[in-house]
Structures are given as structure tokens and as C-alpha cells.
């Protein structure tokens, strides 16, 4: 398959009235439209898979390993990276290109993110209702073998339907809620990676070095569960909590003084962070603060990084 | 006229174990050319990125237009125009989506400047940039950095690799840039006489310091090449006050050295020689004196 | 106009302009009253920094050899033309006698005889001018 003649499908033209414009069409066609061709090619895999397992039993594992496997893996491999952050021998950089460009930093991460998250979203989407209206195909299948006394075909179509109930809930708000969840879902995990990548590129050994006192820590939390006072535990979300506090007011302190924070960006990862909040009322204080920071780090912490990898 | 366009003060800058720039000061002002000279790995492209914001300047200042380009990228960016060895242009762009988006970006793109360049160069603007050769890139790339008249347009050895059309075509564009606009030039090479022509202030960086700066008519006079013929003959170079670099062997020595002339030539007749022939010294003489490898430091050695 | 660099020299390049102008009205290649290139195209031309070209323009504008017209260009100067020629072709011939006296010098022979050789040397090529002169006539014949 020629991604290139795929994507010549698209080919609109740069905007050259807008330097944001202009911005969102390089992210497009850099990376954007990679990932809606694929989840596009998902789609159209995942209903060839279910269509064929009509007539011919073998495919029927592979459609719903597909289904199982494909919607997750949209969202993790396509999130992932959204900076374009390369590798070259040991080097993790972004192009001098894009470095040299005439746009601030918190400008560039958030056109960045936003284009990734809508790609992402719609890739999703794309797999996701692909996989709801193929699966609907189980119907057609029938028996998997000549002893098939369990009647897998049947056990799957329960299975989809309680699935159905859970995802689209039995009244309209619910499945409203559910979409914000997961527009919210999808903004935290692309800028959380891209938050990810960026710090690796530029401090691997110190990453790698946090990671492992992090999981050894867990770790003995987890060993020492019977031994240790039970204080610890109890007031072990307020430590998280802390931890994030202070992480996130450090971040957005830097951030700022370093200019690779702009007052806009900020709002609007304020107005993200706002809204999982409320997606997830109701809870304790600290659950509600921990789902206010839960997205506000990694919003701010993403641009800080672009920062700290452009300007090496 | 006459205002800093740069300013760098004290700059040091090491990778890891490595010094890749050790106090070095350098300052630009508008409407000249400045040539950066310097081995490969000297330090040259390490100071060009400083003025990019590309590396981010630990110890001593950079600025740009009196700004951070750190801190400020837009304010500084949005007025350089930038061309590099490497090209890094996206591959997957074709000429005309580059000019596009460059355009774009920079609200001072002059159309008219890019299609008469874009023509002269004779390039496809439908193919891709992963299409071209290394010279059309080159050419891709400084239509690029210059067509939106930059104040500041820095080259980080533009020409290396590159055949003499495309070399006559950078080389045209940095006239133009300084005579049409009084823009600020500055380029690093390792293609001497191409410094030594263009140039109005020339910067030689050996180890990541600065040896030699100055006017370059001035730092050529500092130093002379003259031809000198003693009585008697010498198996190894004699040794001569200020003296540099000296070939030749037996009687006949052609030495570069510092310093004014008749100091020089007192110091041969010490020697019992005479200074026969005395030019001002060329750059490439300069530049293997300061930064070459010389006989006279191997036998000091 | 015609003007070649030479890097080897050792010359600054803007006095190697300011001599081969100065060489170029004395000799009569450029006219008095000629439009000399402006800076930019000589710049292209010569792939030098503009600088170098104001600079040398400026000097011989100095030493009066050329004159910059408000908005029409740099002309070569009328009148004080024939005094400039006078003094830079004995300029450039006294630099060709002193590099042949090093040049004598280094090669130990005197004043005397460098000056007995010139005579020498021009009664030859006299000699085959008018034998040349000679011949043509024969042909013509």
C-alpha cells in the first residue's frame, strides 16, 4: 500500500493566510493523516474480517482479536509522539525546521496536540463504529464447528450487548457523558505521550532513573502491606495528590518564566482540566483535586518539555 | 545603519566531556558580512545554533535584535532567515507547499522575489523534496531563507558538497541581501576564498576560541608573508620573532609571520639573512599559520 | 568592465579594484564621462561583499579619478582625467621596475647591468620589428 498515493487524496493546499493555519496543515499532513489513513484501513479490515467469517470459519478469531486488540491500539499507537520527536544514533531532536519556525513554543505544542487529538478521535471513531456495526455480523455466523456445543456465536453476541449497555448507557445523557470521557480520554493520554517523548528525548537517564526509585517504592508499598502502619496507606492519595500539586506548580512556575508557557495555553488546559473534574463528579476533595491535576500536568508539562527539546 | 544586530558575550557551551566553545564573544552589526573560519568541529555551527535558539546558552549571553532567542523565538525567528548544511526540509513537502508555508509564517514574503528566484534556479515547484538533488535542495532552501528579506540571514556552511552553480547562486544571494537591503550576512565556511571575498569581518575559531577577529583587510595586514634568503644553509627553520608558519628548506624560507615589517626584517638580519620578497599574508596563509599544523610547532613539539 | 580578482596576491581586494579602475582610464578603456557599473551589479560580478565595492569606489572617488552623480550613478571624472592617467601609468610602471630590480638583485646583477640589458633588449626587438616590416613588404610585392 502507497501511503503516498493515499495521502495525495488529500491534498488541499497550504492556507497562506494564517500562520496557525498554515501550522495545522504541516501537522496534518506530517503525521494527522497518517494516522486517519491507518485507522481508516482498520475500519475497513475490521468489517472485511467479520464479513468473511459469514462464509469461512477461520477468519472469525482474527475479527475479534481485531476488535479486542484494535480499538486500544488506535489510541496508543497513533496518540503516541504527537511532537515528532525523532531519533537519530543517540540523539532524540526535533528538525531544525520546525525549531526554526517563527512561533512560540506553547503556540506550536498546542496546535500540535489539538491536531493529533482530533486525528486520534476520529481514527477512533472510525474503528469504533466499524467494530460496533460489524460485530452485529455475529448474527450471521452461526456454529464454529460441528461440536460446537457452547455456542460461541451466542456467548459473543451477550457479551456485545452487555458491552453496548456499559458504553452507551440506557439514557441520552449517558451516552453523552461518555463522549466527553472520551474526548477527555484521548486529550490526556496524546499529551501525556507527547509530555512523555519530549522528556525522554532530553533527560532519558534522569527518567530512567525516577522510573525505577518510583517502581521500587510501589513496590515495597505492596511488599510491606502487612507489616507497615496502616497510616501510610490511608494517607497515601494525599501524598499523590501532593506530589502533583507540586509538581504542576512548579511546572506551570518554569513554564512561564521561561516563556514556554503562554497564558492561553494555560486557560484552556485549565478548562480541560475543569471539565474531567466535572466528567467524574461525584468523590472525595482529593479524588476531585487528583482529577483536576490528572490532566492539568500532563497539559502543562507537554509544552515545557517541546521547550526544553527545541532549545537543547 | 550601525546597530548591533548580535551580541555575544563570554558564550561557553560543552557537550558532555567535550568544549565545543570556550569564552567566545562576537558581535554583528547591521549591513556587513561576517565570516565565520574554523576547522571542522572548531565550534562554528555550535555559535550559529546559540543565535537560533536551537541551543540554549548555559553560560555567558546571546542576543539577537537585542533579544533572548530562547525566550523569545518569534520576535528573533520571524527576522532570520536560516540555511544549513544539513537542509533538514521536510521530505514529504513539494517546492510549491514549502514556499506556501514559509509564506505563511513570514508576512514579509515577497511572492515576486521567489518565483524570479524559483525560475532562475529552473525548479520544478510540483516535486517533492525528497526528489531533488543536494544542490537543488540547497537551492530550495535558500529560496526559503531569503525570499521574506530576513534582517539577519545566517548560513552554516551553505556551499560544502555543493557545485559551483549553486555556490555562484548562494553567493549572488548574499549579495543581495546586503546591497539591496542592507541585511546582515553571516556564514561559516572552510572554502577560504570564498570567506575571503565575501566577507567584510572575518572570525577565525580554532578549539572553540576565537583567535582572530577583526576587519579583514586589517587582520590580512597583520600579517605578511615575506620571502627571505640566508647566508647560510639551515636543516630545520630557524627560529624568527613572530613567525608563524615557515616552508621551504636550505637557504630560501618563506615565512607568515605577525607584526610589522621592519621588526621582521631586523630579526632575520640577526640571522644573518635578508628579506627579499613581502606581501600582506592571504587568508588561507593566516589560517593554516593560526590554526594549521606548522613546522615550527611540531619541532617545538 | 572588464576586472578580474586575484586572491593569490595579497592585494586587498578593494585596492585591486581601485588600480585596475585607475589602470582602465589610463589606458582609455573607460572614457571620461563613462557610466561605471553600480555597486550591486559590479558586487555580482565580482562575487565580493558590496562593502568592498563602496570602499573602493569611495577611495577613488577621494583621489577624484571618479564622480558620484545624485541619483543618476558613478561616472568617471572629466578634465582631471589626464593628470590621474599621467601619474597612475607611472605608478604601475615604476612597480614593474621595482619588482625587477628585486628580482635582478636576487639573481646578483647590478643596476648597471640590468640598464645595459634593457638597451640591449629593445635594439633586438627593434631589429625584428623593421625585419618584420621588411618581410611584409617583400610579400606585398
Given at each position: 500500500?502507497?501511503?503516498d498515493?493515499l495521502?495525495?487524496?488529500?491534498?488541499?493546499?497550504c492556507?497562506?493566510?494564517?500562520?496557525t493555519?498554515?501550522?495545522v496543515w504541516?501537522?496534518?499532513?506530517s503525521?494527522?493523516?497518517?494516522?486517519?489513513?491507518?485507522?481508516l484501513?482498520m475500519?475497513?479490515?475490521?468489517?472485511?474480517?467479520?464479513a468473511m467469517?459469514?462464509?469461512?470459519?477461520?477468519?472469525?478469531?482474527f475479527a475479534?482479536?481485531?476488535?479486542?486488540g484494535g480499538?486500544?491500539?488506535?489510541?496508543?499507537?497513533?496518540?503516541r509522539?504527537?511532537f515528532?520527536?525523532?531519533?537519530k544514533?543517540?540523539?532524540?531532536?526535533?528538525?531544525?525546521?520546525?525549531?526554526?519556525?517563527?512561533?512560540?513554543t506553547?503556540?506550536?505544542a498546542g496546535?500540535?496536540?489539538?491536531v493529533?487529538?482530533?486525528?486520534?478521535?476520529?481514527?477512533?471513531v472510525a474503528?469504533?463504529?466499524s467494530?460496533?456495526?460489524?460485530?452485529?455480523?455475529m448474527k450471521?455466523?452461526?456454529?464454529?464447528?460441528a461440536?460446537d456445543?457452547?455456542?460461541?456465536?451466542?456467548?459473543l453476541?451477550?457479551?456485545?450487548s452487555?458491552?453496548?449497555?456499559d458504553l452507551?448507557g440506557?439514557?441520552?445523557?449517558?451516552?453523552?457523558?461518555?463522549v466527553?470521557n472520551?474526548?477527555?480520554?484521548?486529550?490526556i493520554?496524546?499529551?501525556a505521550?507527547?509530555?512523555?517523548?519530549?522528556l525522554?528525548a532530553?533527560y532519558?537517564r534522569?527518567l530512567?532513573?525516577?522510573?525505577?526509585?518510583l517502581?521500587?517504592?510501589?513496590?515495597?508499598?505492596?511488599?510491606?502491606?502487612?507489616?507497615?502502619p496502616q497510616a501510610?496507606?490511608?494517607?497515601?492519595?494525599?501524598?499523590?495528590?501532593?506530589a502533583?500539586?507540586?509538581?504542576?506548580?512548579?511546572?506551570l512556575?518554569?513554564g512561564?518564566?521561561?516563556r514556554?508557557?503562554?497564558t492561553?495555553?494555560?486557560?484552556?488546559?485549565?478548562?480541560?482540566?475543569?471539565?474531567?473534574?466535572?466528567?467524574?463528579?461525584?468523590?472525595?476533595?482529593s479524588?476531585?483535586?487528583?482529577?483536576?491535576?490528572?490532566p492539568l500536568l500532563?497539559?502543562v508539562?507537554?509544552?515545557?518539555?517541546l521547550?526544553?527539546?527545541r532549545?537543547? | 545603519?550601525?546597530?548591533?544586530?548580535?551580541?555575544?558575550?563570554?558564550?561557553s557551551?560543552?557537550?558532555?566531556?567535550?568544549t565545543a566553545l570556550d569564552?567566545?564573544?562576537?558581535r554583528?552589526?547591521?549591513?556587513?558580512?561576517?565570516?565565520?573560519?574554523?576547522a571542522n568541529?572548531?565550534g562554528?555551527?555550535t555559535?550559529?545554533?546559540?543565535?537560533?535558539g536551537?541551543?540554549?546558552a548555559?553560560?555567558?549571553?546571546?542576543?539577537?535584535f537585542?533579544?533572548d532567542?530562547?525566550?523569545?523565538p518569534v520576535g528573533?525567528?520571524?527576522r532570520?532567515?536560516?540555511l544549513?548544511e544539513?537542509h533538514?526540509?521536510?521530505?514529504?513537502?513539494?517546492?510549491?507547499?514549502?514556499m506556501?508555508?514559509t509564506?505563511?509564517?513570514?508576512?514579509?514574503?515577497?511572492?515576486a522575489?521567489?518565483?524570479?528566484?524559483?525560475?532562475?534556479?529552473?525548479?520544478?515547484?510540483?516535486?517533492?523534496?525528497?526528489e531533488?538533488?543536494?544542490?537543488?535542495r540547497?537551492?530550495?532552501?535558500?529560496?526559503s531563507a531569503?525570499?521574506h528579506?530576513?534582517?539577519?540571514l545566517?548560513?552554516?556552511?551553505?556551499?560544502?558538497?555543493?557545485?559551483a552553480?549553486v555556490?555562484?547562486?548562494?553567493?549572488?544571494?548574499i549579495?543581495?541581501?546586503v546591497?539591496?537591503?542592507g541585511r546582515?550576512?553571516?556564514?561559516?565556511?572552510?572554502?577560504?576564498?570564498?570567506?575571503?571575498?565575501m566577507?567584510d569581518h572575518?572570525?577565525?575559531?580554532?578549539?572553540?576560541?576565537?583567535?582572530?577577529?577583526?576587519?579583514?583587510?586589517?587582520?590580512?595586514?597583520?600579517?605578511?608573508?615575506s620571502?627571505?634568503?640566508f647566508?647560510?644553509?639551515?636543516?630545520?627553520p630557524p627560529?624568527?620573532?613572530?613567525?608563524?608558519?615557515?616552508?621551504?628548506?636550505?637557504?630560501?624560507?618563506?615565512?607568515?609571520?605577525?607584526g610589522p615589517l621592519e621588526?621582521f626584517?631586523?630579526?632575520?638580519?640577526?640571522?644573518?639573512?635578508?628579506?627579499?620578497?613581502?606581501?600582506?599574508?592571504?587568508?588561507?596563509e593566516?589560517?593554516?599559520?593560526?590554526?594549521g599544523?606548522?613546522?615550527q610547532?611540531?619541532e617545538?613539539a | 568592465?572588464d576586472?578580474?580578482?586575484?586572491l593569490a596576491?595579497?592585494?586587498?581586494?578593494?585596492?585591486?579594484?581601485?588600480?585596475?579602475?585607475?589602470?582602465?582610464?589610463?589606458?582609455?578603456?573607460?572614457q571620461?564621462?563613462?557610466?561605471?557599473p553600480?555597486?550591486?551589479?559590479?558586487?555580482?560580478?565580482l562575487?565580493?561583499t558590496p562593502?568592498?565595492?563602496?570602499k573602493?569606489y569611495?577611495?577613488l572617488?577621494?583621489?577624484?579619478?571618479?564622480?558620484?552623480?545624485?541619483g543618476?550613478?558613478?561616472?568617471?571624472?572629466?578634465?582631471?582625467?589626464?593628470?590621474?592617467?599621467?601619474?597612475?601609468?607611472?605608478?604601475?610602471?615604476e612597480?614593474?621596475?621595482?619588482?625587477l630590480?628585486a628580482?635582478?638583485?636576487?639573481?646578483?646583477?647590478?643596476a648597471?647591468d640590468?640598464?645595459?640589458?634593457?638597451r640591449?633588449?629593445?635594439?633586438?626587438?627593434?631589429?625584428?620589428?623593421?625585419g618584420?616590416?621588411?618581410?611584409?613588404k617583400?610579400?606585398?610585392?
Open positions: 500500500m502507497n501511503m498515493r495521502i495525495t487524496l488529500f491534498r488541499i493546499p492556507p497562506t493566510s494564517s500562520a493555519w498554515a501550522q504541516f501537522e496534518l499532513r503525521s494527522g493523516l497518517r494516522v486517519l489513513t491507518f485507522g484501513g475500519a475497513v479490515l475490521i468489517y472485511f474480517l467479520f467469517g459469514v462464509p469461512y470459519i477461520p477468519f472469525r478469531p475479534i482479536i481485531a476488535v479486542t480499538v486500544p491500539a488506535t489510541v496508543l499507537i497513533f496518540a509522539n504527537a515528532g520527536i525523532r531519533r544514533q543517540k540523539r532524540a531532536y526535533i528538525s531544525a525546521f520546525e525549531a526554526t519556525q517563527p512561533c512560540g506553547a503556540q506550536l496546535v500540535k496536540l489539538l493529533r487529538m482530533a486525528c486520534v478521535l476520529v481514527a477512533m474503528v469504533g463504529g467494530a460496533w456495526a460489524s460485530s452485529s455480523l450471521a455466523w452461526g456454529p464454529w464447528s461440536n456445543t457452547k455456542n460461541t456465536s451466542q456467548t453476541l451477550q457479551t456485545r452487555a458491552l453496548e449497555k452507551f440506557t439514557e441520552g445523557y449517558e451516552f453523552a457523558l461518555q466527553v472520551t474526548l477527555l480520554f484521548v486529550i493520554v496524546v499529551a505521550l507527547a509530555a512523555f517523548s519530549a525522554f532530553r532519558s534522569r530512567l532513573v525516577s522510573g525505577s526509585l517502581s521500587l517504592w510501589l513496590l515495597a508499598l505492596r511488599i510491606g502491606r502487612d507489616f507497615l501510610i496507606y490511608s494517607a497515601m492519595p494525599w501524598i499523590v495528590v501532593a502533583l500539586l507540586f509538581a504542576t506548580g512548579y511546572f512556575w518554569s512561564f518564566k521561561e514556554a508557557l503562554t492561553g495555553y494555560v486557560c484552556g488546559a485549565v478548562v480541560i482540566a475543569v471539565a474531567n473534574a466535572v466528567a467524574c463528579l461525584p468523590g472525595s476533595f479524588s476531585i483535586l487528583g482529577t483536576v491535576l490528572l500532563p497539559c508539562l507537554a509544552p515545557w518539555a521547550h526544553r527539546v532549545h537543547t | 545603519m550601525g546597530q548591533t544586530v548580535v551580541e555575544v558575550n563570554d558564550l557551551r560543552s557537550f558532555g566531556d567535550e569564552g567566545v564573544s562576537f554583528a552589526t547591521a549591513g556587513q558580512v561576517y565570516g565565520l573560519v574554523g568541529g572548531a562554528k555551527t555559535l550559529l545554533k546559540h543565535l537560533l536551537l541551543l540554549s548555559t553560560s555567558g549571553s546571546v542576543r539577537v537585542g533579544l532567542p530562547v525566550t523569545d528573533v525567528l520571524s532570520v532567515g536560516y544549513s544539513e533538514e526540509l521536510p521530505e514529504w513537502m513539494r517546492v510549491d507547499e514549502l506556501r508555508y509564506q505563511a509564517q513570514r508576512p514579509t514574503w515577497d511572492a522575489y521567489a518565483r524570479e528566484l524559483l525560475e532562475t534556479f529552473g525548479l520544478d515547484p510540483a516535486r517533492k523534496i525528497k531533488l538533488s543536494r544542490g537543488m540547497a537551492q530550495t532552501g535558500l529560496i531569503v525570499a528579506r530576513p534582517e539577519l545566517i548560513l552554516d556552511e551553505p556551499s560544502s558538497g555543493l557545485d552553480v555556490r555562484r547562486d548562494i553567493l549572488d544571494a549579495v543581495r541581501a546591497a539591496d537591503d546582515t550576512v553571516i556564514f561559516s565556511s572552510h572554502l577560504l576564498d570564498e570567506v575571503e571575498r566577507s572575518v572570525t577565525l575559531i580554532h578549539q572553540g576560541r576565537v583567535t582572530l577577529s577583526g576587519v579583514l583587510d586589517e587582520v590580512r595586514g597583520a600579517y605578511r608573508r620571502r627571505v634568503r647566508a647560510e644553509h639551515f636543516d630545520k627560529v624568527l620573532e613572530n613567525a608563524l608558519l615557515m616552508e621551504g628548506g636550505g637557504r630560501t624560507w618563506s615565512v607568515v609571520h605577525s621588526q626584517r631586523q630579526s632575520v638580519t640577526a640571522r644573518g639573512g635578508e628579506v627579499v620578497e613581502s606581501r600582506d599574508a592571504t587568508l588561507e593566516i589560517f593554516l599559520a593560526r590554526a599544523r606548522s613546522r610547532q611540531q617545538a | 568592465m576586472i578580474t580578482i586575484n596576491d595579497g592585494v586587498p581586494i578593494y585596492r585591486q579594484i581601485v588600480n585596475q579602475v585607475k589602470y582602465l582610464v589610463a589606458s582609455g578603456l573607460l571620461p564621462g563613462e557610466e561605471l553600480p555597486i550591486r551589479m559590479l558586487a555580482l560580478q562575487k565580493v562593502n568592498t565595492i563602496v573602493a569611495g577611495e572617488e577621494t583621489s577624484g579619478a571618479i564622480q558620484k552623480r545624485q543618476s550613478g558613478t561616472f568617471v571624472s572629466e578634465g582631471r582625467t589626464q593628470q590621474v592617467a599621467l601619474r597612475e601609468r607611472r605608478r604601475l610602471i612597480q614593474r621596475i621595482d619588482a630590480l628580482e635582478a638583485h636576487q639573481l646578483n646583477f647590478t648597471d640590468i640598464l645595459r640589458m634593457v640591449e633588449r629593445k635594439a633586438a626587438m627593434d631589429e625584428t620589428t623593421s618584420a616590416a621588411e618581410e611584409k617583400e610579400v606585398e610585392r
